[in-house]
């Protein structure tokens, strides 16, 4: 008798964003870029800010444990109606922000620095 493993199935990848400030994260991410914190924890008062935010389909984790991602990392995250994003952002009047879109090969491109050095780079690949 042949037993027959079930197949693996993976699912998205969630990123895990180094971060030094909660109140920094909390204005870029949430007031800025308009994501909702699912949860965020704490082992006990006063130590790392660890949670979870989604906008879409976009699910991140920002952490301020030391070995918790590396700042100045990129996370690539296709996007549709980029242009009518960056209008939405610019009217926030972000102090930190005025992001662009620029024609790349693949499409139109949005990059954007958080406080912590990290880049959310959103494409709209084109059809072509």
């Not at 030094?20 to 994501?35: N, P, V, W």
């Not at 991140?60 to 960056?86: C, K, M, N, Y």
Request: proline share 9%; charged share 20%.
């Amino acid at each position: 008798m042949m037993i027959t493993m079930p197949q693996p199935q993976l699912s998205p990848a969630i990123p895990i964003l180094r971060t030094f400030d909660a109140t920094r994260a909390h204005e870029f991410y949430i007031d800025f870029l308009g994501f909702t914190i699912d949860w965020e924890h704490r082992f006990a008062p006063g130590m790392p800010l660890y949670l979870q935010i989604s906008r879409d389909g976009l699910t991140l984790h920002l952490s301020e444990h030391h070995g918790d991602g590396t700042p100045g990392t990129t996370v690539f995250v296709p996007v549709e109606g980029i242009r009518a994003w960056q209008q939405e952002l610019i009217a926030k009047g972000y102090g930190y922000a005025r992001p662009e879109v620029v024609d790349v090969p693949w499409g139109r491109q949005m990059e954007i620095a958080d406080p912590f050095g990290n880049r959310l780079r959103f494409c709209e690949l084109s059809d072509d």
